[in-house]
């Protein structure tokens, strides 16, 4: 069974500009949850897709955004990027219910010069 | 505000020592528990996770206990390896259920 996929796996973008990144997740998973990971402040949650409906969102400004299509695959958009956004952004599917068990795919480095 | 956090920051062992890595949470109100690893550069890999109405969960040479009340989790890993050297987060799911707050993590290196 194939796991979380992210793409791309490395970026490069300057400040101002914006960027997406791609979640495709485990066949069958229906949520889609996405964490921002830093040295400083390490592991933040960023908001919860199901069925195409944001669940629940995190504490950041409105420059970050997603969105799930009906085939359980995500994309964040960052617009109008800062230093500060520089990070290892993680994408986790589960199969949605409360109990459920995350599965994390290996994450998109971003790096804003 | 739930609240994890872990202790040691950083921990270094020789190999075939047992090891406790211990985390304590704010909030006990939680769905579960769950413990990750996180090896450079990669992402998390689930390890164990622990519903709020259970006390423990074991895989091979990993066992995870929970005591809601008091706010506690430990990870005991049996004779550990070199192969075992990465960093393990702690993170409960708690308001919402699948809203993860994560400790800042326990550095481990096993020494050959």
């Known amino acids: 069974k194939a796991g979380v996929t992210q793409t791309p796996r490395y970026l490069i973008k300057t400040r101002g500009q914006q960027v997406t990144l ?4 485990i066949s069958g998973h229906r949520s889609v949850s996405w964490y921002q990971q830093t040295p400083g402040q390490g592991l933040q949650f960023l908001f919860e897709y199901f069925s195409e409906t944001q669940r629940n969102k995190g504490n950041f400004p409105g420059r970050f955004s997603g969105r799930q299509f009906s085939n359980s695959r995500s994309e964040m958009n960052v617009s109008t990027l800062e230093l500060g956004d520089s990070a290892l952004y993680l994408c986790a599917s589960s199969l949605g219910q409360d109990y459920s068990p995350l599965h994390f795919g290996n994450g998109t480095r971003l790096t804003v010069t | 505000k739930q609240e994890v956090t872990q202790i040691p920051a950083a921990l270094s062992v ?8 211990n985390c304590s949470f704010t909030d006990s109100a939680i769905y579960n528990l769950q413990w990750f690893r996180q090896d450079p550069g990669k992402g998390l890999t689930s390890l164990l996770l622990i519903q709020s109405s259970q006390r423990e969960q074991t895989s091979g040479r990993l066992n995870a206990s929970l005591d809601k ?3 506690r ?4 890993i049996a004779a ?3 192969g075992d050297s990465a960093t393990y987060l702690c993170a409960v799911s708690s308001g919402s259920a699948r809203q993860l707050t994560f ?3 326990t550095q481990l290196t096993v020494l050959p």
């Open chain 2, 80 to 82: 550990s390896q070199p």
């Open chain 2, 14 to 21: 020789p190999e075939g020592e047992n090891l406790v890595l």
């Open chain 2, 69 to 71: 009340s008091s706010g």
């Open chain 2, 103 to 105: 400790g800042s993590g």
């Open chain 1, 22 to 25: 791609s979640c495709s997740p």
């Open chain 2, 73 to 76: 989790s430990t990870l005991y």
